[in-house]
């Protein structure tokens, strides 16, 4: 069974710094388009950012410059290193590959945002 798991969430100050994880199983994550999507209380979930297989990356434009998306083939994982981080900020962070009509969803770490 395919698996997309999230990690490094948590509570961090604003200003502060994370760095999540999503590691794959049973999938070749290299083959796959990998997004970063973000779900807050209350709102609709957003793409926060994604990454081809060759390596190009598109942001939204409330995290550019800020957060950054990168992959480890070898690995199977693909990183965001999100920085200076807002209270806004605060939200389930999912990822997500897709490769053709092949679609699958980690289950969320949470980031929290606060003094």
């Known amino acids: 069974q395919v698996q997309l798991v999230e990690s490094g969430g948590g509570l961090v100050q604003p200003g502060g710094s994370l760095r999540l994880s999503c590691a794959a199983s049973?999938?070749?994550?290299?083959?796959?388009?990998v997004g970063w999507h973000r779900q807050a209380p209350g709102k609709e979930r957003e793409l926060v950012a994604s990454i081809t297989t060759g390596g190009n990356t598109n942001y939204a434009d409330s995290v550019k410059g800020r957060f950054t998306i990168s992959r480890d083939n070898a690995k199977h994982t693909v990183y965001l290193q999100m920085n200076s981080l807002k209270p806004e900020d605060t939200a389930v962070y999912y990822c997500n590959a897709l490769l053709g009509a092949q679609r699958y969803w980690g289950q969320g770490t949470q980031v929290t945002v606060s003094s």
């Open positions: 049973r999938i070749t994550l290299s083959r796959y388009v």
